[in-house]
């Protein structure tokens, strides 16, 4: 079992920053990759980003490669999502999650709502 609980999701004005944190527990072999998703209001859930932690490396949706940076602290409990250059097309609820492999991923926390205005 993951537990996993995200915060840091405010309203920001376009051209903004934003830091979302996921503070995460459990069994870590259910934490090998975590992601942070997000759905918009009358959209599906897209995957923003995920790390897998044994190799260290990263992916990135297309809409967010070079204004988003996911990152993990050392202990691998706190997964962080930096947020820079925000657009309204950014707004959302963004969503943390852990998984095994970065294909599947079995525990997902409640959310943090962010609002990018223009």
């Known amino acids: 079992q993951v537990q996993a609980e995200e915060s840091g999701g405010e309203s920001v004005q376009a051209g903004g920053s934003l830091r979302l944190s996921c503070a995460t527990s459990?069994?870590?072999?259910?934490?090998?990759?975590m992601g942070w998703f997000r759905q918009a209001p009358g959209k599906e859930r897209e995957k923003v980003a995920h790390?897998?932690?044994?190799?260290?490396?990263?992916y990135y949706h297309p809409s967010v490669a070079g204004r988003f940076t996911i990152s993990q602290d050392n202990a691998g409990n706190t997964l962080v999502l930096q947020m820079n250059m925000l657009k309204p097309e950014d707004t959302g609820m963004y969503y943390c999650?852990?998984?095994?492999?970065?294909?599947?991923?079995?525990?997902w926390g409640q959310g943090t709502q962010v609002t990018v205005s223009s």
């Open positions: 790390l897998y932690s044994f190799s260290g490396s990263t």
């Open positions: 459990g069994s870590t072999g259910s934490r090998t990759c």
């Open positions: 999650a852990a998984g095994s492999n970065c294909l599947y991923f079995s525990y």
